[in-house]
C-alpha cells in the first residue's frame, strides 16, 4: 500500500519485484492527511488480487510538504495492526519541519508510547544523507532500521547485504555525521549549530513565500508546506488546455510543464508522475534554492501562469 501522490521510487520497486501496488490517496483538502476510511476502501478493493503485506508511510510528505498529527499516526498503526501489515515508515525528511503547529513523530517513538500490542509491531525506517538540512544529493548514504523483525527474516536481510557492494565512503562519513553530531562540549558544536538553524531557517522562509504566491492567483492554489522540501500546487486548467494536451498527447500537467521550462527556463515535474486523484493536475518544485533566486522562479511562474490562462482561455 502506498500514498498517491508519492515518491517514485516505491512504484519502481514494486514494479521491479513483480507485486502489486495498492494506492491509497492523500486528502488534499486536509493538508494532504491520511484517512482510515481511504486506507480500507483501498486494502478492501485489493485482496480479491492479493494479500497485503506493507504499509508505506512517507512524513514528512514528499511531494506534498505535509507533516503528520500525532493522532493520525495512532490511527494508521492500529489500522497496520488490524490488517497485519508492515510499516514502511520514510522519515528522511524528520528534520524539515517549518509550520509552528507541526511537530515530527517517528513511527517508532508513537508505536512504543502506545503500548502492547502495538509495541509489537514490525516497522521499517528510512533515514537519509541526501535529504534534509544536509541535502547531500551526490553523497547517497542512509541506513534502513528494523524494529521487532523476525529474526529469520532479518537473517536473509544480512546475507543479501553481505553479497552487495558497500555505499561510497563520503556517504558514509555523512552518515557518521548525521548518526552522531557534535555535542556541547565538542568545539565544532556551535559551528554546526549556526549552520544547521541557518539552512533550516533559509527553507522555512522559502516554504512560507510558496505558499503564499501559489495562492496568490487564479488557477494555482497550494497546501501549506510544513515540512519536507518541495511545494505540490494545483493547477485548474481550462478545456482549451486539456484539448491541446490531448492533440499532443501529453497527460494535461506534462504540457503545462513543457510550455513552462519552454517559455519561462523553469523546469518543474508533472504530478502525474508522481500520481494524484484523477481530473487533478499538479507539479512538484523544491524549495531548496538560495532567497535571491527563489524569488525570481516564482516570479517567471506567476507571469507564466497568467500568460497561460489568457492563451487557453475558454
Known amino acids: 500500500m502506498m500514498p498517491i501522490p508519492q515518491y517514485p521510487l516505491f512504484s519502481s520497486t514494486v514494479t521491479e519485484y513483480g507485486m502489486y501496488q495498492i494506492n491509497y490517496y492523500l486528502n488534499e483538502e486536509k493538508q494532504w492527511a491520511v484517512d482510515i476510511e481511504e486506507l480500507q476502501r483501498a486494502i478492501n478493493l485489493s485482496k480479491p488480487y492479493c494479500e497485503p503485506k506493507i504499509l508505506v508511510i512517507i512524513n514528512p510528505g514528499n511531494p506534498v510538504g505535509s507533516v503528520m498529527l500525532q493522532k493520525d499516526m495512532q490511527n ?20 524539515n519541519v517549518y509550520d509552528s503547529d507541526s511537530k515530527f513523530y517517528s513511527f517508532k517513538k508513537v508505536m512504543k508510547e502506545m503500548g502492547l500490542p502495538y509495541s509489537n509491531m514490525q516497522l521499517a525506517s528510512f533515514m537519509s544523507a541526501s535529504k534534509g538540512y544536509m541535502a547531500e544529493c551526490g553523497s547517497r548514504g542512509g541506513y534502513c532500521e528494523f524494529v521487532n523483525l523476525d529474526k529469520e527474516i ?34 565544532s558544536y556551535e559551528l554546526f549549530e549556526q549552520e544547521k538553524s541557518s539552512i533550516l531557517q533559509s527553507l522555512k522562509e522559502g516554504a512560507q513565500y510558496y505558499y503564499e504566491k501559489l495562492n496568490s492567483v487564479e488557477g494555482l492554489s497550494c497546501s501549506k508546506i510544513a515540512g519536507s522540501i518541495y511545494a505540490f500546487p494545483k493547477i485548474e486548467l481550462s478545456k482549451k488546455a486539456l484539448e491541446e494536451a490531448q492533440k499532443r498527447k501529453q497527460s494535461p500537467d506534462e504540457f503545462y510543464a513543457m510550455e513552462l521550462v519552454e517559455t519561462a527556463g523553469i523546469s518543474v515535474q508533472p504530478g502525474y508522475f508522481f500520481g494524484q486523484r484523477p481530473e487533478t493536475y499538479h507539479f512538484r518544485l523544491t524549495i531548496l534554492p538560495q532567497t535571491d533566486k527563489l524569488k525570481i522562479i516564482i516570479q517567471r511562474i506567476l507571469e507564466f501562469h497568467l500568460q497561460f490562462l489568457e492563451k487557453y482561455k475558454d
Open 154 to 187: 532479518k537473517d536473509i536481510l544480512m546475507k543479501l547485504h553481505c553479497v552487495r557492494l558497500s555505499g561510497n565512503i563520503h556517504g558514509q562519513i555523512i552518515m557518521y555525521c548525521i548518526s552522531n553530531p557534535p555535542g556541547p562540549d565538542e568545539p
Open 76 to 95: 494508521i498503526i492500529k489500522f497496520a495492526y488490524e490488517e497485519k501489515l508492515l510499516i514502511f515508515a520514510d522519515e528522511v525528511y524528520q528534520y
